[in-house]
Nanobody, 124 residues
Framework: QVQLVESGGGLVQVGGSLRLSCAASGRTFRGYVMVWFLQAPVKEREFVAAVSWNTGNTYYADSVKGRFTGSRKNTEGTVYLQMNNLKHEDTAVYYC?????????????????WGQGTQVTVSS
């Protein structure tokens, strides 16, 4: 059974940094794309970043380009999201998700597996 477990969220000031982790287990993720979504209060869940498990290639939403960096460490079965220069509007619950195709879609319905989320709060 696939399991995704996020960690690393917390409270940080504007301009600060956090690194989120997503520990993936339950199968081999070769051929998968791993993504991050965020969900702010009373808003829809929205795409943030994607990482190809095979190649490590990344893709980002315009709102985080240049500030966030996705990566993966295959040997550890972990995907990361390094978040720098955080803004108040980055405050949200961040979710890790996965789909068994190495192709990115920016909608939640494209993903088969989800973690439970980790809260990021950026204080001004």
């Amino acid at each position: 059974q696939v399991q995704l477990v996020e960690s690393g969220g917390g409270l940080v000031q504007v301009g600060g940094s956090l690194r989120l982790s997503c520990a993936a287990s339950g199968r081999t993720f070769r051929g998968y794309v791993m993504v991050w979504f965020l969900q702010a209060p009373v808003k829809e869940r929205e795409f943030v970043a994607a990482v190809s498990w095979n190649t490590g290639n990344t893709y980002y939403a315009d709102s985080v380009k240049g500030r966030f960096t996705g990566s993966r460490k295959n040997t550890e079965g972990t995907v990361y999201l390094q978040m720098n220069n955080l803004k108040h509007e980055d405050t949200a619950v961040y979710y890790c998700a996965a789909r068994p195709q190495d192709a990115i879609v920016e909608v939640t319905t494209g993903y088969d597996y989800w973690g439970q989320g980790t809260q990021v709060t950026v204080s001004s």
